[in-house]
């Protein structure tokens, strides 16, 4: 895994991911638009966006589904003159997950602005 502040050190997450990502408001779709709008993303004062994610809850709802409750928090590390946003900084994230052999993926992900 790379360092922070390259677009490589996102993409090991996306090939879990379905095909189609929705990044910064953008539908992404296959690894190469999603490489390269993490790019993209990196080189912009988006790279002093970080987020961290708390596992809340984890539901089975078959021995290979499983929905999982999660807490998002961005940490917005912006100078005031590269304009910090005004959104909301904490989401209600929810994951469905399904196991395909040895790993889980996600099949669909929510989230939600909590203000």
Known sequence: MSGRGEAT??????LRLSDSQLCFGRRLFGRETFTSAMAEALSSPLKDIRTSLEADDIRFTTPDVAIVSRTETVHDERSEAEG???????????YVLTRQGDDWRIALAQTTPVR
């Not at 050190?9 to 996306?14: N, Q």
């Open 9 to 14: 050190f996102c993409c090991p997450v996306a």
């Open 84 to 94: 910090s946003s005004e959104l909301p900084l904490v989401g209600a994230m929810t």
